[in-house]
């Protein structure tokens, strides 16, 4: 009679592995985005990052069993969850931090505050 090593918790698989019963032992699977080690039931984090930066345009994120995309400031994630798209700070009063006697030039990653005629910079 087979013993369910895995019914009765006498397994070795870890944390981030499951077990699945065979006949007079038992194997370790990983769960998504770990990967198992020689000993057949230690599953570490698989870094999505190092491979291609995650699919990730801007910055990736490493997390255990996971990862996620993000943008560098003056940059939103987009719908896809992978590419990043330019905020225009211009469009808003909240997004720069122009004075009234300035107005804003929107650029990649950010923006400029140019005088308005008249007036000079203020130090």
Not at 51 to 77: F, I, M, P, W
Not at 90 to 100: E, H, I, P
Request: net charge negative; proline share 2%.
């Amino acid at each position: 009679t087979d013993v369910d090593e895995c019914l009765y918790n006498l397994d070795m698989c870890g944390p981030n592995a499951e077990c699945t019963n065979t006949i007079g032992s038992y194997t370790c699977t990983c769960k998504a985005g770990f990967q198992l080690q020689s000993d057949g039931v230690t599953c570490l984090d698989i870094n999505e990052c190092a491979s291609g930066n995650g699919q990730c345009s801007d910055l990736c994120v490493n997390q255990e069993g996971s990862y996620h995309c993000a943008c560098r400031t003056g940059g939103k994630l987009t719908p896809n969850g992978k590419d990043c798209e330019d905020i225009d700070e211009c469009t808003s009063v909240w997004l720069n931090r122009c004075r009234s006697t300035a107005y804003c030039v929107d650029k990649v990653r950010g923006y400029d505050c140019h005088c308005t005629e008249g007036y000079r910079p203020y130090n």
